[in-house]
């Protein structure tokens, strides 16, 4: 896998031949002007969460093995080269990663582009904050592939300014260049930039990097609301229920 520079993961981020669409609806007002968000997708833009433990069920009954919870812990950390290699080094599931690999790609492709919709109320949150000036990176573990039919279909890219796939551009959420990668694309300052996950790993690397970090619900093997209200300076069930005036209060 290729590692890319900041300047070419911002390019590629923006590039509207990657993903169609993307930051095309009109801004109507500046209340959020210089706000960055930086936005999680599986979990808590798209209601897909189902469909990696799916996908990851799908690989492992090819072999009639069961995933640990110990195990989905770790995958779930995991970019989907990352994984594809996990289930082929400790389950010996294919001939090499590369077939896993694809097993997951065919898999998952499909479901984004036909199954995939939004948390309940994301969308909302999306426009409004888009409408009001504030920058909307997407920052994913999955692949742009994915991202953009995800994404699409839901109904999400005019409102969004950027999307990075770790898996695509080779750092992984766990560190806080991509965080920072991210946060460059969305032109905003460190201080004023807010980061949104519903896993429990994603969020402590953003906290880690300096940022403020929105906790979202999506399953318990993710996080509980516990550990969301523990580990995030605001927890919420979903966007839905987020007032974006918490935001600008604490910024």
Not at 107 to 124: C, I, K, S, V, W
Not at 125 to 132: D, E, L, T
Not at 201 to 220: F, I
Request: glycine fraction near 8%; include cysteine; aromatic fraction near 8%.
């Amino acid at each position: 896998m290729a590692v890319f520079s900041y300047d070419q993961i911002v390019r590629m981020a923006c590039d509207p031949a990657r993903f169609p669409g993307l930051g095309t609806a009109p801004v109507a007002g500046d209340a959020f002007s210089g706000m960055g968000l930086l936005l999680d997708c599986d979990g808590t833009l798209l209601d897909s969460i189902d469909a990696w433990y799916l996908a990851e069920e799908h690989v492992a009954s090819s072999v009639g093995i069961t995933i640990t919870d110990e195990a989905r812990d770790e995958i779930n950390a995991l970019t989907l080269d990352e994984a594809a290699a996990y289930f082929h080094d400790h389950y010996d599931i294919g001939d090499n990663a590369d077939e896993v690999k694809a097993d997951i790609d065919a898999f998952m492709l499909q479901y984004y582009r036909t199954r995939a919709n939004e948390m309940p109320g994301a969308l909302g949150f999306v426009k409004r904050m888009h409408g009001q000036g504030a920058r909307q990176i997407v920052v994913s573990s999955s692949p742009s592939v994915f991202l953009e039919a995800g994404l699409a279909h839901a109904g999400f890219l005019p409102y969004l300014d950027g999307v990075i796939s770790a898996n695509d551009v080779g750092i992984p959420k766990r560190e806080a260049r991509m965080w920072d990668a991210a946060c460059r694309m969305a032109g905003t300052d460190k201080a004023s930039t807010w980061a949104f996950d519903d896993s429990l790993y994603a969020l402590d690397a953003a906290r880690a990097a300096g940022y403020r970090v929105v906790g979202t619900y999506s399953h318990d093997m993710c996080s509980t609301h516990d550990e969301l209200r523990e580990h995030a300076d605001i927890a919420v069930e979903n966007l839905g229920e987020l007032d974006p005036e918490l935001l600008r209060a604490r910024r």
